[in-house]
């Protein structure tokens, strides 16, 4: 028997699609879940996806294009984010990315098998700058030490 690549369904994604009725206007919430179920979105999950919600692949691919928190690729062990808006950036954001950078060996907003660093634009925590998010969680007043603690308490978590 011959089975084409394209063909090949993702059971995690049907399961999620059938849970919400398998309704195109629940798309995003659909992706937030197959991503956190499977860590990133494979072809083969935006195939069943597709195919569950009848609406084009291409539509897929651009609502995922579209939003930076899509994961098209297994990501990283850990994520840390970093804010780069303006309120940071004045009690020292800047500082932070470079000592971030040169401690956890990757640059920001690049891919990493690691430890990710990535920018973002206000985490709503602007009186207790720098703020950082490490795997979800909020921590403000943030400097390189601080920094790399958090980072290995979350890394004994896991
Ligand atoms: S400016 Fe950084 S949390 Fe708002």
């Known amino acids: 028997m ?7 369904e993702d059971p995690k994604a049907r399961n999620i699609c059938r849970d919400h009725g398998d309704r195109p206007d629940e798309l995003l919430e659909i992706l937030h ?9 494979s072809d083969g999950a935006l195939r069943t996806i597709a195919d569950a919600l009848n609406i084009s692949r291409a539509e897929i691919h651009g609502v995922v294009s579209f939003y930076h928190d899509y994961k ?7 994520t840390i984010k970093i804010c780069r ?3 940071c950036q004045a009690v020292g954001a800047n500082a932070l990315i470079s000592n971030a950078e040169e401690v956890f060996r990757t640059k920001l907003d690049e891919d990493s098998i690691t430890v990710a660093l990535e920018s ?10 720098p703020a950082v998010m490490v795997d979800n969680e909020l921590y403000g007043r943030v400097d390189i030490e601080r920094l790399k603690a ?7 978590k896991s």
């Open 150 to 156: 958090i980072s290995n308490a979350h890394k004994e």
């Open 120 to 129: 973002t634009y206000c985490l709503g925590n602007c009186a207790l700058g």
């Open 85 to 87: 808006a303006e309120a």
């Open 72 to 78: 098209r690729k297994k990501g990283a062990k850990q």
């Open 33 to 41: 879940k197959v991503q956190e179920a499977k860590g990133f979105l």
């Open 2 to 8: 011959v089975t084409l690549l394209n063909t090949i």
